[in-house]
């Protein structure tokens, strides 16, 4: 796990590309959780403010890698490509963290290790396939 975050780590440091990729993913992160916590001090249920807030955390992220991470024109074909890889990652980061619950009552242990793998996978799969 240290050797994949050091690794992590160094690619971000020589590659500007993969910087503004890490940057975009913490900004869709933020206004995930800002407009989740927003709805949720305005009294909108759990479910509506958690979805609300996923939503727009993943159209600023789609929106940022298209204009800034890779330099392309937004379109339906680019993010349909793009919704793949967000349930391809979403499916490999629930079996991680419900293996890592079974085999040692540990979800978040499944949680941290899928969030360096699943980066790496979403800016190759971004810069190689949605967005190329």
């Given at each position: 796990m240290?050797?994949?975050?050091?690794?992590?780590?160094?690619?971000a440091v020589r590659s500007r590309q993969f910087l503004?990729?890490?940057v975009g993913g913490v900004l869709?992160?933020?206004?995930?959780?800002?407009?989740?916590?927003?709805?949720?001090?305005?009294n909108v249920h759990l479910t509506a403010a958690t979805t609300i807030g996923f939503l727009s955390g993943l159209f600023v992220n789609y929106t940022w890698h298209s204009r800034v991470t890779f330099d392309t024109a937004a379109s339906p074909t680019r993010f349909g490509r793009y919704l793949c890889v967000v349930v391809i990652n979403y499916a490999f980061t629930l079996g991680l963290v419900t293996?890592?619950?079974?085999?040692?009552?540990?979800?978040?242990?499944?949680?941290?290790?899928?969030?360096?793998?699943?980066a790496i996978n979403s800016y190759l799969l971004g810069k190689y396939w949605i967005f190329k």
């Open positions: 240290r050797h994949m975050l050091s690794s992590l780590i160094a690619l503004l990729f890490l869709a992160a933020s206004i995930d959780i800002g407009v989740l916590q927003l709805l949720l001090y305005n293996l890592a619950q079974a085999l040692a009552d540990m979800p978040l242990a499944g949680k941290l290790l899928a969030l360096p793998i699943t």
